[in-house]
């Protein structure tokens, strides 16, 4: 079993849908990232949680450590939204080291 | 300030070829690391440097090693390339002491 598993594997949305990607994890984290991936294969950051919840524009992260569970929510999502979504956790005394799980393929149509 | 790069962008090698690929962080990070993203899956961890130490090291063969330099860029090297070598090879760079990591745009490697 992975260390870090992702939910749904793929995902097709309708334009203007709220969409909503999990992540379970079953270590102990300093860390968990949220990030996005884009053909051709350049990573960006979207969030790093370490408790509670952040949003950035459209995007809400959310993140429970007692039930190792981080959701990532997308509201009035777009086409331009579609890109790989991967979840990412820092395992305690892991130093800066990353575990990913294997990624959420989200296509939204318009 | 320019983000990391990586280069090459693209590279075709054969198998038992030797290849090496470079990083520069943005500027001000001490802090680089490699991973490895074969098609479909989510990236792996293969090393770790920060102020030129190898500070972590991922379930990866000694065919793989890499070396950080005085200005904190980087190389990642593997001799005797396999097929199953061929992947997306992701730099990322942080802060001392953060975890926040930025992220390469990536050298794909193709070993035919």
């Known amino acids: 079993k992975n260390e870090v598993e992702q939910s749904p594997q793929n995902l097709t949305a309708q334009e203007g849908e709220f969409i909503t990607i999990n992540c379970s994890y079953s270590v102990g984290i300093s860390a968990l990232h949220w990030l996005q991936q884009h053909p051709g294969g350049g990573i960006v950051s979207l969030f790093m949680?370490?408790?509670g919840k952040k949003k950035h524009g459209r995007l809400i992260a959310t993140i429970n450590i007692q039930e190792k569970h981080s959701s990532l929510h997308i509201t009035a999502s777009h086409p331009r939204d579609s890109a790989v979504y991967i979840c990412?956790?820092?395992?305690?005394?892991?130093?800066?080291?990353?575990?990913f799980g294997g990624g959420t393929r989200l296509m939204v149509k318009p | 300030d320019a983000g990391v790069t990586q280069s090459p962008t693209h590279l075709i090698k054969t198998r038992g070829q030797h290849v090496t690929l470079r990083c520069s962080p943005i500027s001000g990070h001490k802090s680089v690391s490699w991973y490895q993203q074969v098609l479909g899956q989510g990236p792996q961890f293969i090393f770790q440097?920060?102020?030129?130490?190898?500070?972590g090291r991922g379930n990866f063969p000694d065919r793989f090693s890499a070396r950080q330099f005085p200005n904190y860029s980087s190389e990642l090297n593997v001799n005797a390339l396999l097929l199953g070598d061929s992947a997306l090879y992701l730099c990322a760079s942080s802060r001392q002491g953060a975890y926040e990591q930025y992220f390469g745009p990536g050298t794909r490697l193709t070993v035919t």
């Open positions: 949680l370490s408790s």
């Open positions: 990412a956790v820092r395992a305690n005394n892991a130093g800066n080291m990353l575990t």
């Open positions: 440097y920060y102020e030129k130490e190898e500070r």
